[in-house]
């Protein structure tokens, strides 16, 4: 896309150039810095250290400047000296370079200079310039397509599509990243251990809101993408819901303090199901109840003290269906800029579509792996923890012990490797209520009354009772967390606080 845009804005300089001549006001550019620098680096090739990680040709405005500049680059990366004298033959027969004076030009750029300090200004000056032309295209391109309605291209999808390209034309070319000296990497971590000490007894990422779990994790850190997986009917969206609401809640109640303000890509639920669910957590009004409609009067006391709560709650729901992994990242950043976004949660990975929005089964490995890589891309970008979830394989249904491992996720391998932390939910309850037992041709009434009533004890000891399997964790131990689920509440808590049904 950068490159299509590029080709856009050499375009366009020509147009403007043109203009130029006719009084009409110019694109910006400054030739005086390119032959600066150019000049510069024809004297001292060691300059272009200075400006090779965020400068390509492209950003020239002549074209025949960035033909000199690219032959620099490719002449001093060989190793050999890039001068006047080792470039002339290079352009000897160069149309381009015979408009500004063929190869005697090379040399009136070295007669010139006059200094090789300010080669990174110079440098940065030109892709800045380079920077407003593109801007100048884009929004040229813009216009262009909202004056010409398109069924097949919505304003909406327009808005995205020129979000993305504003974003691709800030990160390309960027001299952000690159190596940091260890000194200073090793201050920073000093700093956060520090922090930490100051924080004993909590955590120092994001709360779940479940106890056992932020202490095993530290909470949910930025920039980490975790994988919240399971079989259907295990409680993946009530987690994945009741993470972003504790969260949210922590924010709003320590102002800002601790949890995180939370957004949640529904991709399978409506926006109004997932906070029909909510309210049943809150309320403590069963969903199904709210579904039918068999509510009593206290329930909807019960809501209006529940709405209070959640009418001020720093938490967004988008229900789109059918996202690529961009429009995720496109409407995240924005969230990002105008609401200080912390935390993303994204129902369910699967659903989420790469940058080809393709379906088909032998490109839909490669499509996964596009997608975790692009979440945890995202998870970095806006320094915030992202939690997906994920469905699992069969596999696991057709094996005597079905708690999940990681070779049961689904559809890529891509998902273990790119995630930071993977957690299985598995209810040995949901299957037992499915294996009651009935009586065998060859028993008598004692066996399997006896039978039955270790099955019935089975069922006692598990009712309620779930099971967190960490599975994976880059920066911490593993294990498996017992926690407490109300299904009818749509809801996860601390296994301590109901001692009764240990």
């Not at 366009?12 to 694109?27: F, L, M, P, Q, S």
């Not at 609401?245 to 997932?274: D, H, K, P, T, W």
């Not at 993303?344 to 490995?365: K, T």
Request: glycine share 8%; net charge negative; charged share 25%.
């Amino acid at each position: 896309m950068f490159f299509v845009m590029t080709t856009q804005v050499q375009q366009i300089n020509k147009e403007h150039a043109d203009r130029a001549e006719t009084g009409y006001k110019t694109i910006p550019h400054n030739t005086e810095a390119e032959q600066a620098l150019l000049g510069a680096l024809l004297v001292n090739n060691s300059a272009l250290e200075r400006v090779s990680d965020f400068l390509f040709p492209e950003h020239f405005f002549n074209p025949a400047h960035g033909r000199i500049y690219a032959a620099i680059c490719k002449m001093i990366d060989r190793g050999q000296e890039a001068s006047p004298v080792t470039l002339k033959e290079y352009f000897h027969k160069d149309e381009e370079l015979e408009h500004v004076g063929g190869g005697e030009y090379l040399a009136e750029l070295a007669h010139n200079v006059i200094n090789i300090v300010n080669v990174q200004d110079y440098g940065r000056t030109i892709y800045d310039l380079h920077l407003r032309r593109a801007l100048v295209a884009l929004g040229e391109e813009i216009t262009g397509q909202a004056m010409q309605p398109d069924l097949d291209l919505p304003p909406s999808t327009q808005i995205e599509a020129a979000e993305q390209q504003l974003f691709n034309l800030a990160s390309e070319g960027s001299a952000r990243g690159g190596f940091v000296k260890f000194a200073s990497a090793l201050s920073n971590a000093i700093n956060t251990a520090e922090s930490a000490f100051r924080n004993q007894g909590k955590i120092t990422g994001v709360t779940t809101g479940l106890t056992d779990i932020d202490q095993k994790l530290g909470g949910l850190h930025n920039s980490d993408l975790l994988i919240v997986a399971g079989r259907p009917s295990m409680g993946k969206t009530v987690m994945g819901v009741n993470i972003a609401f504790n969260a949210a809640r922590a924010y709003l109640e320590s102002g800002g303090g601790e949890g995180a303000v939370s957004a949640i890509f529904s991709l399978e639920m409506s926006a109004e199901q997932l906070a029909a669910r909510i309210l049943a957590d809150i309320s403590s009004v069963s969903s199904d109840k709210i579904r039918k409609g068999e509510l009593m009067d206290s329930d909807f006391q019960k809501f209006i003290e529940s709405g209070r709560l959640l009418s001020s709650l720093p938490l967004f729901v988008d229900d789109t269906p059918a996202l690529t992994v961009g429009a995720v990242r496109t409407r995240a950043r924005r969230l990002k800029r105008t609401e200080n976004l912390g935390l993303i949660v994204i129902d369910y990975l699967q659903l989420l579509s790469g940058s080809g929005g393709g379906r088909g089964s032998e490109n839909r490995v490669q499509e996964i792996s596009e997608i975790t890589r692009g979440l945890k891309a995202l998870a970095k970008e806006l320094n915030v923890p992202v939690v997906a979830l994920s469905q699992l394989s069969r596999a696991v249904e057709s094996r005597d012990n079905k708690r999940p491992q990681l070779s049961d996720l689904r559809e890529s391998g891509s998902i273990e490797q790119d995630a930071d932390v993977v957690m299985f939910l598995y209810r040995e309850q949901y299957y037992l209520e499915r294996e009651e037992p009935s009586r065998k041709a060859e028993e008598n009434e004692e066996k399997f009354n006896d039978r039955y009533e270790q099955w019935q004890q089975r069922c006692a000891v598990t009712h309620n009772i779930a099971e967190c399997i960490i599975a994976k964790q880059r920066h911490g131990p593993i294990g498996t967390i017992k926690l407490f689920f109300e299904g009818q509440y749509t809801r996860f808590s601390d296994l301590d606080t109901h001692h009764d049904t240990r």
